[in-house]
Structures are given as C-alpha cells and as structure tokens.
C-alpha cells in the first residue's frame, strides 16, 4: 500500500498576497527599501509554491482534484490569481510592465478556469453543509477584484486600449460585487444562524474584511481614470456611493473580528502557533491600509490618509508576527 499523502492546505499563496500588498502600502508612504526586500520575497515565495503546486498534483492527482472540487478547500486556489495580480501590480509601479502582462495574463487565466471549474462542481455535486461555508469562500471575491485592480493599473501603459481595459475592469468588478452579496449572505447565515465553535472561527474570516477593502481599492483606482465613452462615465456615481459604503461595511468588520478573536484565543484557551492560515488576516489588513490610502488621495477625504499609515504599521507588525511564528515552527 502506497503512504497516504499528507493534507495539502490549497491556500498557501496567501502568503504572496500578504508579502506583496504590504510591500506595496509601504511603496505608498515612500518606505522604498523595506519595499523592494518585501517584493523580493514575495516574488521567491511566488515561484517556490508554483514548485509546491505541480509536486503536489503529479505526486497526489486524486487529492488535488479533490481539493479542487470540494467546497471546504477549493476556494483557497484562487489565492494563486490573487497572489499573480497583486505581483503584477506590484511590479508596474517598478515599470516592469513586460512582467506585470505575464502576472496579469496567468492571474486571468487560471480565474477563468478556476471559477467554472469549482462552480461548476458545487452546482452538480452533493448538497453543501453550511458547515462547509466560511470567510475563504470569499478569496474568489479578491481574485476577480484583483483582475480588475490589475486592469485598471494597466490603462496609463496601454491609453489605446482605455476604454476597452475600463470596462473590462469594470466588469470584474462588478462581478466581484454581485458574488460578495451571495457569498456574504451565507457567511452571515453560517454565523448567526448555526452554533459557532472556536474551531469555526478561523482566520480566512478576515476575507470579511479584505473582500471589501480589495473592492475600495479597484473601484478608487477605477475612478482615478479619464476615459471619453459616455456610458462608463455614467457609472461615476455608482462607484463612489458603492465605495464609500463598502469601505463603512470593511471597517465595522474589524472591532468584531479582533473581538472574536479574543473569544476564541483566551475563552478557548487555545495556543497561538503558526498555520499558513495567518497569511489570511495580514492581506486584509495591508489591502485596508492600501484601499484608505488610496481612496482618501482619490476622493479628497484627506483625514482617511492617517487611517492608511496607522494600518501601514499594523500590517507590518502583523506580517513581522506571523512571520516570526513560521520560522519558529520551521525551525523546530
């Protein structure tokens, strides 16, 4: 009999997310070699994990397919598009545009097949327990706002094709929105209507609150750009009202899930100690920090721009902690 494969966790890229969009905050505020030593690892844990990835699936085909198609694990792939698009962004503030298309391209195309392939399992496959319904769900939310926040970065190397990269993006934002609605309705359900363990409340719940911030963010990024079709400037308004709000729901998530966390930190007496999961409450809070920022620059709400660095520092710190327990579990 051949050894049992060991349980992959499918949301490892998470740690690129994490890595990536706090380089990037840390860009914003003129903090330039802490940056470029972050997008340096980032960019390595990038390529180690697509090593991690293909090992996995030669070695365990069965396994990964069914961690694919399972509604409890599949969504952690697409922290892969997520991690690609958060990169690219990352490397065109470095004018590497070249890369950036190649980030951007792979991020897209792994969506595409992704997305179809796991709805398409849950559609034809057994009925879900709301059990099985958590925050990870909610990375495919970034990984379409991610695309959009990719286009949209890309109109100022690519002006010919504005238009056509506008509403591109618009749509996946868009997209993005509608499914953070579903999504978050049975989020909402699983919490309030079925009894929550300590072991429910684990850290892809920040999702929560990342989803929203990722979607500040495209829709900031997207009003930052002129473009001359009069049916997409008609859709100004809608995005700044839906910006504001989303960035109102974000920030009311946070004091709830520091608060749970103490709940089940201190209440479930549980010990803290390192699982890939983490990287799951360090993207949210840089994406926050990089969402206020950008949009207190964008809509002149200037106050905002303290909210961003307080955030700056916290998502550091949190990166830095999350870190630190890593090594030490690696270590021994």
Same mark, same amino acid.
């Given at each position: ?29 003129? =903090? *330039? ?19 991690? *990835? ?58 595409? @097949? ?42 100022? *190397? &690519? ?21 953070? @609605? ?43 750009? =002129?473009?001359?079709?009069?049916? &997409? ?23 709830? &899930? ?61 990166? @830095? ?12």
């Amino acid at each position: 009999m051949g050894k049992k494969p060991k349980r992959f966790y499918t949301g490892y890229f998470a740690s690129v997310m994490a890595t990536g969009i706090v380089s990037t905050v840390l860009l914003l505020y003129h =903090h *330039y070699w802490i940056s470029d030593a972050l997008m340096a690892v980032a960019a390595a844990l990038y390529l180690v994990l697509w090593y991690t *990835y293909i090992a996995r699936a030669m070695a365990a085909p069965r396994e990964m397919w069914k961690d694919l198609t399972g509604p409890s694990t599949a969504f952690g792939f697409f922290t892969i598009v997520a991690a690609s698009n958060v990169l690219a962004v990352r490397f065109i503030f470095e004018h590497w545009v070249g890369l950036s298309i190649i980030l951007g391209t792979v991020g897209l195309g792994i969506w595409a @097949v992704l997305f179809y392939t796991v709805m398409t399992a849950l559609v034809t496959g057994p009925a879900i327990d709301l059990s099985s319904v958590n925050g990870g769900w909610l990375i495919a939310i970034v990984a379409e706002q991610s695309i959009a926040t990719y286009l949209a970065a890309m109109i100022d *190397y &690519l002006p010919r094709h504005a238009s056509v990269l506008f509403l591109t993006a618009t749509t996946f934002w868009a997209m993005g929105l509608i499914f953070y @609605v579903l999504f978050m309705g049975l989020i909402m359900n699983r919490l309030l209507f079925q009894s929550v363990t300590f072991d429910d409340l684990q850290p892809p719940y920040w999702i929560n609150m990342g989803a929203t911030a990722i979607t500040v963010l495209a829709s900031s990024r997207l009003l930052a750009i =002129h473009v001359h079709a009069q049916i &997409l400037l008609t859709l100004r308004p809608f995005l700044e009202g839906v910006t504001l709000a989303l960035w109102a729901w974000g920030s009311w998530w946070i004091p709830l &899930l520091i608060i749970l966390g103490v709940w089940k930190y201190w209440r479930g007496r549980e010990k803290v100690g390192y699982h890939p999961a983490q990287w799951s409450i360090v993207f949210p809070l840089g994406m926050y920090a990089t969402a206020t920022t950008t949009m207190s620059r964008i809509h002149g709400f200037y106050p905002l721009h303290w909210v961003g660095a307080g955030f700056l520092w916290i998502a550091v710190g949190a990166w @830095v902690l999350v870190s630190a327990l890593a090594i030490r579990m690696y270590r021994t």
